[in-house]
């Protein structure tokens, strides 16, 4: 197997595993609370997604090992933000997909 290939088949795995990451609502909720927010620490968005600090603490894990996340210490607090802006990119892309699909589905619906 070539250098390339090699390379190509990393990317795919890491792409994979991003994916997986991404495949719980919750952390598309993350996604989008740390989109407006920009940093928020584990209580704050307990609160806004109506789940309990461990659990998103579970959550947020799991997307820094994936480097969605990164994290920044304010006193006894640490707050948590997006990695890299490129993750809302293809969260948004997927979004306006899924809600096209929605409506043609829906159009397709109202003609039976």
């Known amino acids: ?3 390339k290939n090699l390379l190509e088949k ?12 991404l495949s719980h609502p919750k952390r ?14 584990v209580s704050e968005m307990a609160e806004k997604l109506g789940i309990t600090k461990a659990n998103v603490s579970q959550h947020l894990s799991l997307m820094r090992q994936q480097n969605m996340v990164k994290t920044r210490r304010d006193g006894v607090a640490i707050l948590y933000s997006l990695a890299n802006s490129k993750i809302l ?13 929605l409506q043609a589905d829906g159009k397709l619906l109202k003609k039976f």
């Open 1 to 3: 197997m070539t250098e």
């Open 10 to 21: 990393r990317i795919f795995e890491l792409h994979a595993a991003v994916c997986k990451t």
């Open 28 to 41: 598309l909720e993350i996604i989008d609370l740390l989109r407006d927010e920009k940093e928020m620490g």
């Open 89 to 101: 990119v293809a969260y948004d892309a997927l979004r306006k997909a899924l809600k096209e699909q």
